[in-house]
C-alpha cells in the first residue's frame, strides 16, 4: 500500500451536526478540532480537498416553515449559518498547521473571499484547503447540491458524502437491526430505492457529470484516510467507469 492518495482532488460534504455537541446543536471546538484532525491526515498523502458543510447544528429551515415563514428566509438563514461553521472550520483547520480559505456564494467580503471558480482552484493547487459557504447562493437547493455542483466546477475526481453511519444501507440501520450495508450503488438504483443519503438534485447532478459519490463514516478511525488509499471503505455510487 502507498503512502500517497490515489486521488488527486476531492470534495467532502459534512453535515453541520458534524460541529456540534451531543445535543446536536451549537459548534463544539472539540469537534472542530477532531475533524480538523482527519483534513490535515489527508491533505498529508497529497489530496487538494475543498469542504462543504452544513448548518444543521445552527438552523434547520423546517423549524421556520411550521411556523409560517417564507422559504426564502428560512433558506437564507440556513446558508448564514454555513458560513458560521465554515469560519469555525477554517480556525480550526489553520491553527492544526494548514493554510484554509472560505468562499462563499453570497458576497460578504468583510469576512470570507467571494466564490470565484478559478481562484478556488488556485488555493487547491497551491495546497489550501477551500470551503465553500453559503451554499448555492439561492434558496430552495441544499448543501448537497452545493457539494455537487462546487465539486464538478473545481474538477473534483470524487464527492465524500461523510455520515456516522459506515455506508448505505437498504433500511435505516439504526432502526432496523437487520438493515443491510450496500457497497456498490448506480446513481439510478439510489433514486429508485428512495435511499436518503443524499438528496435527488445532488444525486443527479452527480449522474450528469459522472461523478463518483462515496459514503463512509466520517468518525471511524483511518477510514477517510483509507479510502483516500485506495482501499475498499463505506459504499460508492457511480455509473461503474469510475471508482
Not at 472560505?102 to 488555493?123: C, G, K, L, N, W
Amino acid at each position: 500500500m502507498t503512502n500517497k492518495s490515489v486521488y488527486s482532488r476531492v470534495l467532502l460534504k459534512l453535515s453541520g451536526e458534524s460541529l456540534s455537541g451531543k445535543d446536536g446543536k451549537g459548534i463544539d471546538p472539540n469537534r472542530a478540532d477532531a475533524i480538523a484532525k482527519r483534513v490535515v491526515a489527508i491533505h498529508e498523502l497529497g489530496v487538494e480537498l475543498a469542504i462543504v458543510i452544513g448548518a444543521g447544528n445552527l438552523w434547520r429551515g423546517a423549524q421556520g416553515l411550521d411556523r409560517g415563514m417564507d422559504r426564502t428566509t428560512a433558506d437564507h438563514m440556513g446558508m448564514l449559518g454555513t458560513v458560521m461553521n465554515s469560519l469555525a472550520l477554517m480556525d480550526a483547520i489553520e491553527r492544526a498547521g494548514v493554510n484554509t480559505r472560505v468562499q462563499t456564494a453570497v458576497d460578504m467580503r468583510a469576512v470570507a473571499e467571494p466564490y470565484i471558480r478559478r481562484r478556488a482552484i488556485r488555493h487547491l493547487e497551491k495546497g489550501r484547503v477551500v470551503i465553500f459557504g453559503a451554499g448555492t447562493g439561492n434558496p430552495y437547493f441544499s448543501t448537497d447540491t452545493a457539494a455537487a455542483l462546487r465539486a464538478v466546477e473545481i474538477g473534483a475526481e470524487m464527492v465524500i458524502k461523510a455520515t456516522k453511519v459506515d455506508g448505505v444501507y437498504d433500511s435505516d440501520p439504526e432502526k432496523n437491526k437487520d438493515a443491510k450495508k450496500i457497497q456498490k450503488l448506480s446513481y439510478i438504483e439510489s433514486i429508485n430505492l428512495g435511499l436518503k443519503f443524499m438528496d435527488t438534485t445532488a444525486i443527479t447532478l452527480c449522474m450528469e457529470n459522472d461523478l463518483p459519490i462515496l459514503v463512509l463514516n466520517f468518525w471511524e478511525e483511518d477510514d477517510l484516510q483509507n479510502a483516500m488509499l485506495g482501499e475498499k471503505v463505506g459504499t460508492v455510487i457511480s455509473n461503474g467507469s469510475k471508482a
